[in-house]
């Protein structure tokens, strides 16, 4: 009997031992685990002006390049006042996306909550973040996409087409601007294209989106300045809005339920006034300020691809047969399926033009990753941007190659690597009516016009893409 208390004994210290010293092993081992390498830059500022110096959208850009050759596609750096971890691994930056909320949580700097608002859906986090994401994804949902939003892109596509004018050169990014802005307007909150009121607001989103971008100085005269009261203009106009939607639902003015998010929201969702007007905010931003740069990305790439117009014209053609033989004159859900070589081109304009070119995070616990310690406390920034330039991955990346895209020649690492939209329980909410945007209106581009730079110009990334000049094009009927 003693001898068997004295085994279990023996063994219990044993175990216990054991446990001790596997932790300690465990732990010395971590701390062998090493920071990736990089390097802090100045004090305060770090490396921030150097990551955010522009460059060619279609490239990396030097900062980028620089840092690649010298550390690998992790490194650390200090940028926007904050020790942080750079990423252009596609493998890290998959985990990054799909452990939001666990290992690593959305954290935009704080200028951006400033103006955007501290409701918007960039900002938020958790549950709070998952019911606005609720609301957004049954506003853009594939059957409402089907029956009433790819009517609603067909109309505003037109509307835009037939106002230009041949010969004489105007801003593609103008125009493309006014066409997202327009579609997104009516289906929040039913303002009419073209109307005072809505150019008004269209015209103060020009100067909320500089101050989104600008450094978060705070005084008389600064983007960010002139933002924030841009901000508080836009909020004005959607609050008016809203008050007289209040009133028409108690008084049942309307026979009809306006069909928009604003009146969804009203009636089914129990936001605040304040949540209801940062949700509209914001989601205008989104949705408008990235779609219109993607169209006129493929405006410009198209331009110089003189194959790819020509192949979208045939397949195009082919729909609009179609659709005449049918002596319908719209746009069927069936014809959208039939764009296939359009998906390609929309695909290849996203992977070298990269409107969204990286995200912000920041890590909850500390992280192993390929051998180096992603520390608790970080932030870690995802970039698609250097993935979808990646030469291992794309071949002749730099290269407008919509074909890359097509069923019989795609490669997995093409489309896994593929991130435009971000990904995880972050994924991009507008994403399906992004893709319906640019096909509906490319549609009705190379079959109405053919077209022509009427000045050079390129895509800069300051990160966010612009034209300098506003993408300048002259059009041309299409005989
Ligand atoms: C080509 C056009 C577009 C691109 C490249 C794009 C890209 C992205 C990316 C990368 C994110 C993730 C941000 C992050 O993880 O921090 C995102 C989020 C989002 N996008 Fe888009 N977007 C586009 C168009 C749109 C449109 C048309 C809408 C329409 C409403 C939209 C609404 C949103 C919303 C609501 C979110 C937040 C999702 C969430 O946090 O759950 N986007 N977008
Ligand atoms: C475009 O990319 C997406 C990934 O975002 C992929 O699922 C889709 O198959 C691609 N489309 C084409 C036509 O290759």
Known sequence: ??????????????????????????????????????????????????????????????????????????????????????????????????????????????????????????????????????????????????????????????????????????????????????????????????????????????????????????????????????????????????????????????????????????????????????LLLSLLFASHETSSVALALAIFFLESCPKAVKKLQEEHKEIERKKLQRAETSLNWEDYKEMEFTQCVINETLRLGNVVRFVHRKVLQDVEYKGYKIPCGWKILPVFATVHLDPSLYDDPHQFNPWRWQKNGVTSATTNNFMPYGGGPRLCAGSELAKLELAVFLHHLVLSYRWELAEPDQPLAFPFVEFPRGLPIKVYPNI
């Open 1 to 278: 009997m003693s001898m068997l208390n004295f085994s279990v004994e023996f063994l219990l210290i044993l175990l216990t031992l054991a446990l001790f010293l596997s932790i300690k092993l465990i732990k010395w081992k971590r701390k062998q685990l090493k920071l990736p390498p990089g390097r802090q830059g100045w004090p305060f500022v770090g490396e921030t002006f150097g990551y955010l110096k522009p460059h060619p959208a279609t490239s990396v850009g030097h900062f980028m390049e620089k840092h690649l050759s010298r550390y690998g596609k992790i490194y650390r750096s200090n940028l926007f006042g904050e020790p942080t971890i750079v990423s252009a691994d596609a493998g890290l930056n998959r985990f990054i996306l799909q452990n939001e909320g666990k290992l690593f949580e959305c954290s935009y700097p704080s200028s951006i909550g400033g103006i955007l608002g501290k409701w918007s859906m960039l900002v938020l986090v958790g549950d709070m973040h998952r019911e606005m994401r609720i609301i957004s994804l049954n506003f853009m949902s594939s059957v409402r996409l089907r029956s009433h939003l790819l009517p609603e892109v067909e109309r505003h596509s037109l509307l835009v087409l037939r106002s230009w004018i041949h010969g004489s050169p105007f801003s593609a990014l103008e125009e493309a601007k006014r066409f997202t802005f327009n579609l997104m307007a009516k289906n929040i909150m039913s303002m009419e294209p073209y109307e005072a009121k809505t150019e008004k607001l269209r015209l103060e989103y020009i100067t909320f989106m500089k101050g989104v971008i600008s450094a978060p100085l705070n005084f008389p005269g600064t983007p960010y300045w002139k933002a924030l009261k841009s901000r508080s203009n836009i909020l004005d106009v959607i609050e008016q809005k809203m008050q007289e939607r209040m009133q028409e639902m108690r008084e049942q003015e309307r026979d009809e339920e306006v069909d928009d998010l604003l009146s969804w929201v009203l009636k089914h969702s129990k936001l605040s006034k304040e949540q209801i007007l940062d």
